[in-house]
T-cell receptor, first 114, second 110 residues
Framework: DTGVSQNPRHKITKRGQNVTFRCDPI?????LYWYRQTLGQGPEFLTY????????KSRLLSDRFSAERPKGSFSTLEIQRTEQGDSAMYLC????????????FGNGTRLTVT | QKEVEQDPGPLSVPEGAIVSLNCTYS??????FMWYRQYSRKGPELLMY????GNKEDGRFTAQVDKSSKYISLFIRDSQPSDSATYLC??????????FGKGTSLLVTP
């Protein structure tokens, strides 16, 4: 168990470009989450997968954001036509099945849009 | 008003002190309560989680939940400089989204 892995750790992009982040959850976890955290704030929920099915999406997830988990293992989060307001830490978390299982977070991808 | 309120601090204490961190919330549907520790430029690390009201102890850490007052606390005994970090409370109801506080920045000075 190597924990939740996220790549890249840092991404600098110009406004208007597309970016994609990858998350590899803990291997036995079938639930996967994406959160966004800005400076001085707690993480905000973006979306949730159970296996390959995307079951919940936040209103924060605009049309420019899309997430996939094609085989129920790793996940990608793509942001199209990036804006400066997209600059944030993007965190991935995973958890196992059950009525409640605590979330385990990766170290995030820090996005800077110039 | 946010559903989860947490004083951002910063909170500075001397080594060995007892630290008290708190959050209040407004959504009575929350039933799972968590505390995460976050070091600079790292992801949140789960410290403790509790279900409904009551206390839970793990080493130097004690978590308390008072659902009647919508108030949760984390106590750190014999604080160490390595405890210096941001502490985030988080809560969940029947859905899948964790609702976080802003986090409290803690500095433990030697």
């Amino acid at each position: 168990d190597t924990g939740v892995s996220q790549n890249p750790r840092h991404k600098i992009t110009k406004r208007g470009q597309n970016v994609t982040f990858r998350c590899d959850p803990i291997s036995e976890h079938n639930r996967l989450y994406w959160y966004r955290q800005t400076l001085g704030q707690g993480p905000e929920f973006l979306t949730y997968f159970q296996n390959e099915a995307q079951l919940e999406k936040s209103r924060l997830l605009s049309d420019r954001f899309s997430a996939e988990r094609p085989k129920g293992s790793f996940s990608t989060l793509e942001i199209q036509r990036t804006e400066q307001g997209d600059s944030a830490m993007y965190l991935c978390a995973s958890s196992s099945v059950g009525e409640f299982s605590p979330l385990h977070f990766g170290n995030g991808t820090r996005l800077t849009v110039t | 008003q946010k559903e989860v309120e947490q004083d951002p601090g910063p909170l500075s204490v001397p080594e060995g002190a007892i630290v008290s961190l708190n959050c209040t919330y407004s959504n009575s549907a929350f039933q799972y309560f968590m505390w995460y520790r976050q070091y600079s430029r790292k992801g949140p690390e789960l410290l403790m989680y509790t279900y409904s009201s009551g206390n839970k102890e793990d080493g130097r850490f004690t978590a308390q939940v008072d659902k009647s007052s919508k108030y949760i606390s984390l106590f750190i005994r014999d604080s160490q400089p390595s405890d210096s970090a941001t502490y985030l409370c988080a809560m969940m109801g029947s859905g899948y989204a964790l609702n976080f506080g802003k986090g409290t920045s803690l500095l433990v000075t030697p």
